[in-house]
């Protein structure tokens, strides 16, 4: 049993660490929540010289050929850092699935723009019915000669009034499991008849409603096999879940550092709160959550890595980080007292982003029902 | 990162598995780990069969010296652990760990003593430490130790101090220096024969019906200068030390809890209600999930903490951590288990009625003690936040 990082991934935290404090400061981060884009792309374009793009994928590709476990040290910095932008969705939902299972020309294509920070990718999956679910899947795909036309309403993707492509789960045949008859397919963002709205969303992140009305796309654009997009999804959703938990555990984290360091400056009755012993025992049960969900989250991410099952893992740190996460940042919240409360400190902005964690790529109960299958219950 | 056992880890893991499987009983449903079952005659007897067995195996004291008949490997130590308590063995003593700290404190001639018994599986130990006014602030400890020509006079008081009516030996924490300016400083530990003259014991009967507890009573009792457990008025240290073995009790409740989880998950599979099994149900699905995502975090921690003990890193704050979340999820197991029992979580085992063999009700009761037992969570918070820990201020 190994359970240090390697000297490689230390300098990776070192580095995005230095980088992100020095780079995107919390005056960017709230900007952006009022930015229409969302991101700098000055900012962006740095983590793309930087690597960051490219990392999870293969040196042929021009990325830098490591593991899950390295995208999630620095998912963590980036949670830590509230980094604002549409590196969760071009990298785990856009390139990650091309890698995977795209056709050569496509991962040609597709890979080294994206790891050069040219390409913005997302993932089409949810509709109104707000679930991940294969019933929900209504968006449909006809076969139209050479081409898909495809029709729809998605809601709350991800960062798609800015991507260049769009992964769109589309339904291409009606069966009696909902599972099957479902087709991904990669749409250029800039095609006729797609039109996206923003939505304004508790953490100011860029979700979209996302309209297809009779969208001609070519066959070959298609991801994988048609009617086997399903177990795709699940795949995603899986990493998804996990790059989040990883933010997550970032943002948890530093919420702990920010809440020490107060209750140790914060003078009431003449002595440091922190001296308090309900403050030190509120403390110390947000260290557990705290601690408990960073080794469970490297216990899934190395499963990942090494090719092992590991979709209760996911579940596991995903299903715990949904609520250990609220339960400090709301814990915060009550040791800082009003300033806390207002939009001049910094806490808000993670309790804000706790919120939006724990609903997006599955909720708690979501993940428990995953954990219960797992179970043979 | 590598979270796998090395091989001759996990065969060792196989053989201890084979070695529970060939010394259960059929249909053994398994008990809390700790003396307290062994008021059940038929636990003591298995315990002290499997006790013996273990020491000829020679995996009593594992991560001691090889020079005392250990292996040095703390892992392999651990495994044996976890494999007994998951599988709610009974005979894993006291001894092993007061063994640990012999080994670390004793001197060559203690050692020669005291250690090759406890290897061999032939004697029982308990520990001396409460007494009626001493629980989490242990180091104002009254029971008083007079240095007298070759002993040490004992008088005073101990309490809950479990299973010593059946033990060899029992390590006590007796107070040399009444005058020390600390009241920590003048403490001294001993190891003590129950049955000296002026030792008399009330046995005290725990609310799950089983009398393990013993309060103890010390009167002009002459204790041999040579039973005198590292140096005198030094009983800090050896109390600290016996903190930092006492590191895995959170892993303990919890392996302990994954028994009756597991057995809780089959019986909501194979149990019916109007034709549709329990395991239907959304709420208990909901519920049994979350238990198990509960349980699966704190194995992580307990993971990190084992590594980290292999790597002789401090590990007092996740030990702390893990104890708090052990008993609280062990706790709500309890409650979850019991509540899906229903009015059959009230029967015993001696029930022909009972359901799981009565064994949720005892754990509903027993999990009380795991927010207590081994420093409370209250003392635990206290450390998680203190100079060890976060260094919040005093």
Sequence with gaps: ?377 | MDFRLTAEEEAFRQEVEEFIREVLPAGWLGIDPGPEEEEREEVYRLSVEIWRKLGAKGWIGLNWPREWGGQESPAKDWILKQELIYHGAPGMDIAATQGDLIVQFGTQEQKKRFLPPIARGEVKYAIGMSEPNVGSDMFSLQLKAEEKDDCYVFNGQKIWNSGIHRADWCVVYARTDPNAAKKHHGISVFIVDPRSPGITMRRITQMTGLGAFCEVFYDDVRVPKENLLGQKNKGKDVSMYAFTIERSYGLVILHNARRYFDQLVEYCKETSINGEPLARDPLIRNRLAELAIEIEVGRNMGERINWMTGQGMLTVVPSCQNKIHGARVAQKLGSLGMQILGLYGQLDEKSKWAKLGGRMRHMYLSSRAWSLAGGTSEMSRNIISGPFGLGLPS
């Design chain 1, 1 to 377: 049993m190994d359970l240090a990082f390697s000297e490689e991934q230390e300098m990776l935290q070192k580095s995005a660490r230095d980088f992100l404090t020095s780079k995107c400061p919390k005056t960017l981060v709230r900007a952006m929540e009022e930015d229409e884009r969302g991101y700098s792309p000055d900012l962006w374009r740095e983590m793309a010289e930087l690597g960051w793009m490219g990392l999870p994928f293969p040196e042929k590709y021009d990325g830098g050929g490591l593991g899950f476990l390295d995208l999630v040290v620095l998912l963590e910095e980036m949670g830590r850092a509230c980094l604002p932008g549409p590196f969760l969705s071009t990298v785990v939902l856009g390139g990650m699935p091309i890698l995977e299972w795209g056709s050569e020309d496509q991962r040609r294509y597709f890979l080294p723009r994206i790891c050069k920070g040219e390409a913005i990718l997302t993932l089409a999956v949810t509709e109104p019915s707000a679930r991940y679910d294969a019933a929900s899947i209504r968006t449909t795909a006809t076969a139209d000669g050479h081409d898909y036309i495809i029709s729809g309403t998605k809601l709350f993707v991800p960062d798609a009034h800015v991507a260049d492509w769009i992964i769109c789960v589309t339904r291409t045949a009606q069966a009696s499991n909902p599972e099957e008859g479902i087709t991904l397919v990669i749409i250029d963002a800039k095609s006729p008849g797609i039109s996206t709205v923003l939505l304004s969303t508790i953490a100011g992140d860029k979700q979209c409603e996302l309209t297809l009305d009779k969208v001609r796309v070519p066959r070959k654009n298609m991801l994988g096999k048609p009617g086997q997009g399903w177990e795709m999804v699940k795949r995603i959703m899986e990493w998804a879940a996990l790059a989040k938990s990883a933010e997550m555990v970032g943002g948890n984290q530093q919420v702990m550092e920010m809440t020490v360091k107060y209750a140790k400056e914060r003078v009431q009755f003449g002595r440091p709160i922190g001296s308090f012993q309900v403050i030190q025992h509120y403390i110390a049960d947000m260290s557990i959550d705290v601690d408990s969900a960073r080794i469970t989250l490297y216990k899934a991410a190395w499963k990942l890595t090494e090719g092992l099952p590991c979709s209760k893992e996911i579940s596991v740190i995903k299903g715990w980080i949904n609520d250990a996460y609220r339960r400090v940042a709301t814990q915060a919240h009550q040791i800082h007292g009003a300033i806390g409360f207002t939009k001049e400190h910094d806490l808000e902005l993670y309790f804000r982003r706790a919120k939006a964690g724990e609903v997006l790529f599955g909720d708690t109960d979501f993940h428990r029902e995953i954990v219960a299958q797992q179970l043979g219950l």
